[in-house]
C-alpha cells in the first residue's frame, strides 16, 4: 500500500500535517518556480498563516527530495482540487478556532460589564445614603431648632 509520501497521488491525512510554530495545521503544495533547480514539482508543506500585515509565516517542510515526475492534465487538476479542498479545511479550521476565541471574549466582556454595573449600582446606592446623611441634619437646621412659637425643640438621636 503506498502512502502520502510515495504517490504524489494521495493526500496526507488532515491529522498527519505537520502543524506550524504558528499552531495551524500546514497546507500541501508543489514547487512551481524553476529554482531551486531539481525542485520544480515537488511536494512540501508551507503554513498557511499571513498575518494583518499581509506576512506569511515562512515554514516550508519539504516532502519529495526530487520531483515525482510528470502527471496527465486529468491527475493535475484533480490535484489542483484536492488542494483547494485542503485549502478550504485549513479555512474551516481557523474559523472555528477563531468563533470559539471571539466566544471567550465575548463572555469575558459579559462578567465585566456585569461587573461595572454592579459597581455602578453600588457607587449610587453609596451616594444616594450620602444624600441622605446630610439631608436629613440640614432640614432640621433650618427651623434653627426652633418651633413655630419660638420655643426651641428638643432633639433626640
Not at 511536494?43 to 515526475?69: A, N, S, V, Y
Not at 459597581?119 to 439631608?135: L, M
Request: with cysteine; net charge positive; aromatic share 8%.
Amino acid at each position: 500500500m503506498s502512502t502520502w509520501r510515495d504517490n504524489p497521488n494521495v493526500i496526507p491525512p488532515w491529522n498527519e500535517r505537520p502543524k506550524c510554530h504558528c499552531g495551524f495545521r500546514t497546507w500541501l503544495q508543489v514547487w512551481t518556480d524553476p529554482l531551486p533547480q531539481g525542485k520544480k514539482g515537488c511536494r512540501f508543506f508551507k503554513c498557511p498563516d499571513i498575518d494583518d500585515d499581509f506576512k506569511t509565516c515562512t515554514l516550508m517542510q519539504w516532502i519529495d527530495t526530487h520531483p515525482l515526475g510528470r502527471v496527465s492534465l486529468k491527475e493535475e487538476q484533480e490535484r489542483r482540487v484536492r488542494q483547494q479542498q485542503i485549502r478550504l479545511k485549513g479555512k474551516e479550521d481557523e474559523l472555528k478556532r477563531r468563533r470559539a476565541e471571539l466566544g471567550q471574549r465575548e463572555a469575558a466582556l459579559k462578567i465585566q460589564e456585569e461587573q461595572f454595573q454592579a459597581r455602578e449600582a453600588q457607587f449610587k446606592r453609596e451616594a444616594d445614603e450620602q444624600k441622605n446623611r446630610y439631608k436629613e441634619p440640614a432640614q432640621s437646621s433650618t427651623t434653627d431648632g426652633r418651633n413655630k412659637k419660638g420655643k426651641f425643640l428638643r432633639f433626640t438621636q
